[in-house]
């Protein structure tokens, strides 16, 4: 997998959404519209927790959802 063009991907992806997306990992947040946030937290095998808030949130989740497994990252989407 080219981490690279998983994590631009997802940002690419939640940066279609007007909701707050953050990722947790461990015990740091990260914006996922941030390219330089994922590129020093995306590392696989982590299991990430995502954190959706906002108008948009369902659509947000479902996207998210999508592109994470496209990339085969684990992750929790939050439902708060």
Do not use: C, W
């Not at 947790?24 to 941030?34: G, H, L, R, W």
């Not at 095998?45 to 808030?53: C, M, T």
């Amino acid at each position: 997998m080219s981490n690279n063009a998983a994590i631009v991907d997802i940002s690419q992806t939640a940066n279609r959404f007007r909701s707050s997306i953050v990722l947790q990992a461990e015990n740091k947040y990260i914006d996922v519209k941030s390219i330089l946030g994922l590129f020093t937290t995306l590392v696989g095998g982590h299991s990430y927790e995502l954190h959706v808030h906002g108008p948009d949130a369902d659509e947000a989740k479902a996207a998210m959802n999508e592109v994470f497994a496209k990339h085969n990252l684990n992750i929790n989407i939050v439902a708060d």
